[in-house]
Every structure is written in structure tokens, then in C-alpha cells.
């Protein structure tokens, strides 16, 4: 294979995960020109540039070396690998993202009895995933008929032509729709950047690394946040107690005034009202709890 000294990272075109990945792009400091037909975009500032394809298509993508990485759902990657992906090196999930979030799912309609797996022996399940159904069934040692479906898998018990199905549940509204409940989960899922499991070490390497640190920062600032309050050096002890978790906090003097300290503490994750108030009653005041928006450590 030819080497390119760009990065190319493969994206859905049009779809739920296309919004929040390229914000995660562009929250990376990548930002692209898109081209006229729209399935190639330039990369501006840094050599990466974007396929916009199918979001089935991209681990074919990224096995076949056409791209280096992909933002795809788990479904997608974990199908891939089950059933396409044999002849060449497997693909990695490198990070999971944590946005595009949903499950795979066993649903049967609402007048079907179901206590487990067993329950669909003999039965006839429509998905568009036979790999990882066909996996569940065989580690559930349950004997069913997969019927691979490549769209509207939630009609087939109404059509007559499955008995249950196995599909994708994000908020559950397709499903109650169509007169159908969720009775197992196989699969939690949300967008990752995937890639081969041997990065390359060319040119293309140092910009990955590159990548892979923003990220790293990207992730952890969008649950991170930044807690500031003043409190007397008395009762320093007890709030420091009540921190929600991250590392040790800072503090600072307060000009004119010896006994009281500020502190600064990065949290990880949400600070609620509750902790507010519980921290404020052991002795904090003017408190200001802010977002983060970019940390390199
Ligand atoms: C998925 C899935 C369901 C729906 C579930 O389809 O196949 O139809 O989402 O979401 P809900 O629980 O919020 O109703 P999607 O819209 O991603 O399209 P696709 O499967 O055809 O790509
Ligand atoms: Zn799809």
C-alpha cells in the first residue's frame, strides 16, 4: 500500500453520530473544508483530513488501509468483526467517545411471554446483526432462526416474517411504537474511534500521537469541572473532605486576609447542588463551580 503522509479519519455522512464527532474534531483543533460532493473534507490547520461514507462501510474502510481511523458505534465495529472483518488484522477500539450512546436488544411483542434466551428457541429473530446475534445465541446455547434484515427490523413481527427482533434501543420510542419490549440487552454501545490494532509509525504516527493526547484531554475536560471557594484555614480540613473526587486542590492566599484561603479543585465529573450546599454548611462560601474548555497536563 501506498503511504500518505495525511491522516485520513472515516465519519458517518449524515446520521446521529455525525454532529458529535465532528465536534470532538474540531474540539481537538481539527477543522475541514468540506469539498464539493461532500464526502471528502480538507483538513485546515493539521494534516487530517475526513471520508464521509456509511457508517457500515467505515471498518472496511479502515481495514482495507483506505483510512487510518474511524468514528463508528460499537454495533457497527463489534458486527464487522463477527462477520466481514476476517482476512485482514483485526481493528481496535482505541477510545471509546461516550457520546452515541444506545443498546443492542433483544424486543418481542407485548403479548409474548420471555423469562431468558431460552425462551426464543425455535423462534424466528430479525436484526441487522447476525453476528452478534448469532453469538448471544450460541453462548445462550439457544437454538433460534437468525433473519438478517437490513432496515426496518421493527416491523418484521407485525409483517409475519420474524417472531422477535434484535435492534438498536436508544430511547425506546421505535420500540413502543411498534407494540414491542425490550427484554435483553446485548450489547451496550456508543461512537469509539477505532482503528488497526498496529497504529502506523511513519509520518502519520507523530499526528496520531498528537491526536490521541487532545483527545485524552477532550474527554476528560467534558466531565471535568473547575471548583472554586474561599473558607477559613479552621475549617479548611472539613470542606477538603467533602471535595468530589480529582486531584489534591491548590491554594491560595487572600490578600488582607491571613485566616482565610482560597481553593481551587478540578473535579471529575458533575458537581451537584447538593455537594454545594453539604460543603458550604462545613464552612465555604463564594463558591463558583465552572466548566473546562481545553487542559493539557
Ligand atoms: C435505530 C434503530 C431503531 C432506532 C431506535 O435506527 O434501528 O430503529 O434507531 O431508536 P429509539 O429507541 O430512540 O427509537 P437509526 O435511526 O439509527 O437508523 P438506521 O438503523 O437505519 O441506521
Ligand atoms: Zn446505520
Known amino acids: 500500500m501506498k503511504t500518505r503522509d495525511r491522516l485520513r479519519i472515516a465519519m458517518q455522512k449524515s446520521g446521529r453520530l455525525t454532529e458529535p464527532a465532528l465536534d470532538v474534531l474540531k474540539r481537538c483543533g481539527l477543522t475541514f473544508r468540506q469539498s464539493r460532493d461532500k464526502l471528502f473534507c480538507f483538513g485546515e490547520g493539521e494534516p ?80 441487522s446483526y447476525p453476528g ?18 437490513a432496515g426496518s427490523v421493527e416491523i418484521a413481527p407485525k409483517l409475519g416474517t420474524a417472531d422477535a427482533i434484535c435492534d438498536l434501543v436508544q430511547s425506546g420510542g421505535t420500540l413502543v411504537a411498534n407494540q414491542l419490549r425490550e427484554v435483553d440487552v446485548l450489547l451496550e454501545s456508543e461512537a469509539v474511534l477505532a482503528g488497526p490494532a498496529t497504529l502506523p509509525t511513519d509520518e502519520r504516527g507523530d499526528m496520531l500521537e498528537l491526536l490521541f493526547k487532545r483527545l485524552d484531554g477532550v474527554i476528560q475536560v467534558s466531565e471535568s469541572r473547575l471548583l472554586l471557594l474561599q473558607t477559613s484555614r479552621g475549617n479548611l480540613e472539613a470542606v477538603t473532605r467533602l471535595l468530589p473526587g480529582g486531584p489534591q486542590p491548590t491554594l491560595l492566599p487572600v490578600a488582607g486576609q491571613p485566616d482565610q484561603l482560597m481553593l481551587q479543585a478540578l473535579c471529575a465529573g458533575e458537581v451537584s447542588w447538593r455537594q454545594l450546599e453539604e460543603i458550604k454548611k462545613a464552612g465555604a462560601r463564594e463558591m463558583f463551580v465552572l466548566p473546562v474548555e481545553k487542559m493539557l497536563a
Open 48 to 127: 487530517v483530513d475526513l471520508l464521509l461514507v456509511r457508517d457500515d462501510d467505515i471498518p472496511g474502510l479502515i481495514e482495507q488501509g483506505v483510512c487510518d481511523l474511524g468514528i463508528v458505534g460499537r454495533n457497527v465495529l463489534d458486527e464487522f468483526s463477527l462477520t466481514t472483518g476476517v482476512d485482514g488484522a483485526p481493528l481496535k477500539e482505541w477510545r471509546p467517545l461516550g457520546f452515541g450512546r444506545c443498546r443492542l436488544s433483544v424486543a418481542v411483542p407485548q403479548e409474548m411471554a420471555y423469562e431468558n434466551a431460552t425462551s426464543l428457541a425455535g423462534q424466528r429473530i430479525a436484526t
Open 132 to 149: 452478534l446475534l448469532g453469538k448471544w445465541l450460541r453462548d445462550a446455547g439457544v437454538d433460534a432462526q437468525v433473519v438478517t434484515l
